[in-house]
């Protein structure tokens, strides 16, 4: 359906015409819609799950990047950052639809995959942290709770990385993996992450993005 890299279009896409079209199809329907119900129960289930992540004991790793990084306050810029991308990627689908289905599987499919791996990977926040209150999944989400514990991986990086890969526009990608890459770093600085949590991310969410992106084709 998509590819990584593909020639810019600078023409507005017909926004009535492609959900008047894909609209049509039944199977784009009921993907759409149950896509767009599974996460709404996902979320409801991190609201209940977080918070027992949080009650667990994990192992505190000695990263050596961390070591060399003296924390520093970087809420704020992650924050406009990350719900920037968010932002410009959901307005980007909109006039797609066909994209925003592929958008919302993957949000499904990474979420799922990462509440995994917080299950299994339990670890303790970093020495140094500097907590990363998020002023809308924080009361959400995480159910106005302060969430330390669900480290492995970044979620923050996820989200910003899902939007990079799910765009075509060459432009649009620089500015998404630039602000995926400063994210990352950010989370990093403020010990929120070990390094090693923000650099698979990308690994894991485009995994996740090409077996939704194949399933399609």
């Not at 507005?12 to 049509?24: E, T």
């Not at 899902?162 to 770093?185: D, P, Q």
Request: with cysteine; charged share 15%; net charge neutral.
């Amino acid at each position: 359906m998509t590819k990584l890299f593909c020639k810019d279009d600078y023409t507005l896409p017909d926004i009535r015409g492609n959900w008047r079209k894909a609209w049509s199809s039944l199977s784009f329907r009921v993907e759409l819609i149950v896509s767009f119900l599974l996460n709404i129960a996902l979320v409801q289930f991190v609201n209940w799950y977080f918070p027992f992540i949080q009650t667990r004991e994990g192992s505190l790793i000695n990263d050596p990047i961390l070591n060399l990084i003296q924390p520093r306050d970087l809420s704020w810029w992650t924050f406009g950052f990350e719900y920037f991308a968010v932002i410009v990627g959901l307005t980007y689908v909109a006039f797609r639809p066909k994209q925003m289905v592929l958008l919302f599987e993957t949000v499904f499919l990474i979420t799922s995959t990462r509440m995994c791996t917080l299950y299994f990977i339990p670890l303790e926040p970093p020495i140094g942290l500097i907590p990363l209150a998020d002023p809308i999944l924080g009361r959400f989400v995480y159910s106005g709770n302060l969430i330390t514990k669900d480290l492995f991986f970044s979620g923050h990086t996820v989200m910003v990385f899902i939007m990079f890969l799910n765009v075509r526009h060459i432009w649009l990608k620089i500015i998404f993996l630039l602000l995926t890459i400063s994210v990352g770093a950010f989370v990093v600085i403020q010990h929120v992450h070990y390094s090693f949590d923000v650099l698979v991310a990308p690994f894991f969410t485009w995994i996740a993005y090409k077996i939704v992106d194949t399933a399609h084709q």
